[in-house]
């Protein structure tokens, strides 16, 4: 989805350090960038303790809506209680 909203064309590493440093080699706002990276990691993180210890699953849909307002609320250091400026937010990196 991030790379969708970047313009990149990437294939996964088969590391996480190998992902990141893929990944910061992109021409893409260095902010953004490292925020975006730690918004997915942080997500799939979560996502992957819930699973493990409350037996939890969340969608893909919702997982990738989680790593926006993740990558929102860290930008902007504030949490969402505004839809149009989430939106205009989201306009913006896509």
């Not at 706002?29 to 799939?44: N, R, T």
Request: hydrophobic share 45%; proline share 2%.
């Amino acid at each position: 989805m991030f790379c969708c909203f970047f313009g990149l064309s990437w294939v996964m590493p088969f590391s996480v350090r190998d992902a990141l440093e893929s990944w910061s080699s992109r021409e893409v706002d260095k902010a953004i960038k490292s925020m975006s990276m730690g918004a997915i990691f942080w997500c799939l993180w979560t996502e992957r303790n819930k699973r493990c210890c409350d037996g939890i699953s969340t969608s893909r849909d919702l997982l990738r809506g989680r790593c926006l307002v993740s990558l929102f609320s860290w930008s902007k250091l504030t949490p969402v209680n505004n839809l149009e400026l989430f939106l205009d937010f989201v306009s913006s990196i896509a």
